[in-house]
T-cell receptor, first 116, second 114 residues
Framework: EPEVTQTPSHQVTQMGQEVILRCVPISNHLYFYWYRQILGQKVEFLVS????????KSEIFDDQFSVERPDGSNFTLKIRSTKLEDSAMYFC??????????????FGQGTRLTVV | AQSVAQPEDQVNVAEGNPLTVKCTYS??????LFWYVQYPNRGLQFLLKYITGDNLVKGSYGFEAEFNKSQTSFHLKKPSALVSDSALYFCAVRDGRNTDKLIFGTGTRLQVFP
């Protein structure tokens, strides 16, 4: 069964350093997402990406964050200068149809980012 | 603004008994409703969804959910719980045509005792 894969599973980085989280969405999917879950809190939407551009982003997704689909398979989230409060589990997700159709998003297993 | 409420942090049920995990929502348009399950050290797994049509939807692992428009609820149910159902359950809503993002509830930890 196809699945969304994320690497690494755990990333430890020093405050102020840049970090890149990587995701390989399901191959025929068109919409891509990043969500995060701070420990003990709810899952929060960060950004959606379609047709090589951001289609929607939350207030959390400020100038420190960027997303890219550098080739036909990878989807990355970059945090330029990490802060302690960026420590969280980051989930990548993808969905098969575009627009606001009724299909469900499939999530990866997450990357736990720890900023020290 | 969209929101989802899961009023119970934890639900405890004995194996073999029916279970209910509650969810209420608030959206301005037509709700698209989803349940996801998270096992320890795993990602979010899709269980079921309501988009339109029959108010009772069936999903994976014997779970079902009932959409109630008047009560703005979408409770998750299973007739007979298994110990292996123990996990963290998230309700999520998408505000129909207005947005593509999912708004998640805070999650309910289901504990099934043998």
């Amino acid at each position: 069964e196809p699945e969304v894969t994320q690497t690494p599973s755990h990333q430890v980085t020093q405050m102020g350093q840049e970090v890149i989280l990587r995701c390989v969405p399901i191959s025929n999917h068109l919409y891509f997402y990043w969500y995060r879950q701070i420990l003990g809190q709810k899952v929060e939407f960060l950004v959606s990406f379609y047709n090589n551009e951001i289609s929607e982003k939350s207030e959390i997704f400020d100038d420190q964050f960027s997303v890219e689909r550098p080739d036909g398979s990878n989807f990355t989230l970059k945090i330029r200068s990490t802060k302690l409060e960026d420590s969280a589990m980051y989930f990548c997700a993808s969905r098969v149809e575009g627009g606001v159709a009724n299909t469900e998003a499939f999530f990866g297993q997450g990357t736990r980012l720890t900023v020290v | 603004a969209q929101s989802v409420a899961q009023p119970e942090d934890q639900v405890n049920v004995a194996e073999g008994n029916p279970l209910t995990v509650k969810c209420t929502y608030s959206v301005s348009g037509n709700p698209y409703l989803f349940w996801y399950v998270q096992y320890p050290n795993r990602g979010l797994q899709f269980l079921l969804k309501y988009i339109t049509g029959d108010n009772l939807v069936k999903g994976s692992y014997g779970f079902e959910a009932e959409f109630n428009k008047s009560q703005t609820s979408f409770h998750l149910k299973k007739p007979s719980a298994l110990v292996s159902d123990s996990a963290l359950y998230f309700c999520a809503v998408r505000d129909g045509r207005n947005t593509d993002k999912l708004i998640f509830g805070t999650g309910t930890r289901l504990q099934v005792f043998p």
